[in-house]
């Protein structure tokens, strides 16, 4: 039992070693982001534009849910017109960033993993060596620069998004005029608001996109292990951004 204890703890520190070796390699690798730009810009349309249908459903839903919770939560104790100044402020600083960034954990993180192991398992990446081809320059570096400046300007997107959800379901199931709506949420809108969610949104993208790469790196066991790679990176992303959500709270809002 010790012996078992033992063995998972060096295996821990073991992956987060390995794990900053691979942002060591990627810091090196910088230098090339002009050189591998169409690389990036591949990636930023993949995650970015092929992401704007479900980021759509899931923030104009997220925001009607946001209204409805919010009125149940006041009914009785405060009158709904305040729901156009607390339901945005909830979705830009924690709703918006947090939902967007699970799913694209979902989305994105595990097809990262699933693409890297593939071709690990299938030794291409042992190929793009024996081409004496940098596999972080050629397939980390284009997935984390293109996650951590897309996942931000999806954020925004969503969270618009789920404000007009919101919108439509105070005006349309809550009687809460639509005027009053948005002048609450002009008095209550805050630029800071916006930044913490964009900068959750950083952290969040940078997170995703590194962890999915890594695990990757580290598939074996053929088909199988790809599968296990997949659910293992969207496991281990989600919990990452609730951990740092919680984090970043202190230092953004609190």
Not at 13 to 20: Q, S, V, W
Not at 34 to 55: A, T
Not at 108 to 132: F, N, R, Y
């Amino acid at each position: 039992m010790l012996k078992l204890i033992l063995r998972k703890v060096y295996t821990f520190f073991k992956d987060i070693e390995d794990y900053f070796r691979l942002l060591r390699g990627l810091i090196f690798n910088l230098p090339n982001l002009f050189r591998d730009r169409k690389l990036i810009f591949d990636q930023m349309v993949h995650i970015g534009v092929n992401s704007l249908v479900l980021i759509s459903i899931i923030g104009l839903f997220t925001g009607a849910v946001t209204a409805w919770q919010g009125a149940y939560q006041m009914r009785g104790f405060a009158p709904l017109s305040i729901l156009g100044s607390a339901t945005p402020r909830a979705i830009m600083i924690e709703l918006g960033p947090v939902l967007a960034a699970i799913v694209l954990a979902g989305r994105v993180g595990a097809s990262i993993s699933a693409e890297i192991g593939t071709m690990k398992v299938t030794e291409q990446i042992d190929a793009l060596e024996a081409m004496a081809i940098n596999p972080v320059r050629y397939l980390a570096m284009p997935r984390i620069v293109a996650t951590t400046f897309m996942l931000p300007v999806l954020v925004i997107y969503a969270s618009a998004i789920a404000i007009f959800g919101a919108y439509l379901v105070s005006m349309l199931f809550l009687e809460v005029p639509g005027g009053v709506f948005i002048n609450g949420f002009r008095r209550s809108f805050a630029l800071k608001d916006v930044n913490a969610g964009f900068i959750k949104a950083l952290f969040f993208g940078f997170t995703i996109s590194s962890i999915g790469c890594y695990v990757g790196f580290k598939t074996t066991g053929g088909a199988e292990g790809v599968g296990n790679s997949t659910i293992k990176s969207f496991v281990i992303c989600a919990a990452m951004i609730l951990i740092l959500d919680a984090l970043l709270w202190n230092f953004l809002i609190g």
